[in-house]
């Protein structure tokens, strides 16, 4: 029983790590700032584009790297595929997404990690995003 607590504890501090990371990349990059994001989305300030490509390479490469590389992953028995399935609800999800993105200029991540630098304003957006998620589970067939 041991093993498996040491096991559920070394997961939840690499989860809390990659969190923090994450939340630290958000900040530095300046994508916790609403206004910042809104430049982009604008084609005002293509910084944030260098930001996102970077994290989309860094994710693919350990994607297909990783499972070539190691044997087993760090935390889990075996590594998972997750396959994604584009259908209708998908791609209405999206552009709600995308016009949330647009309209305020925030996404979960970035508003999360903006309220661990103080930007409580961004408790707005969060109640959008949670509002937005408790009506699609609701409505959803499957939930």
Known sequence: MSGTNNRTLARALATLAAGALFG??????????????????????????????????LVLLTYKLAPRLMKLPLWDDHFHVHPSVWNRDTAVGA???GVGWGLCGVC????????????????????????????????????
Do not use: H, T
């Not at 958000?26 to 084609?43: K, N, Y």
């Not at 990690?113 to 699609?136: C, H, T």
């Open 24 to 57: 630290f990349g958000l900040s530095v990059s300046g994508m916790i700032r609403p206004e910042v994001v809104l430049s982009f989305l604008r084609f005002r300030d293509f910084g944030l584009m260098l930001v996102m490509g970077g994290a989309v390479v």
């Open 108 to 143: 979960p991540g970035p508003a999360i990690a903006g309220l661990g630098a103080g930007n409580f304003s961004l408790l707005w957006a969060l109640a959008g995003i949670a509002l937005g998620a408790l009506v699609q589970g609701r409505s959803s067939k499957n939930g």
């Open 95 to 97: 552009a709600l997404f």
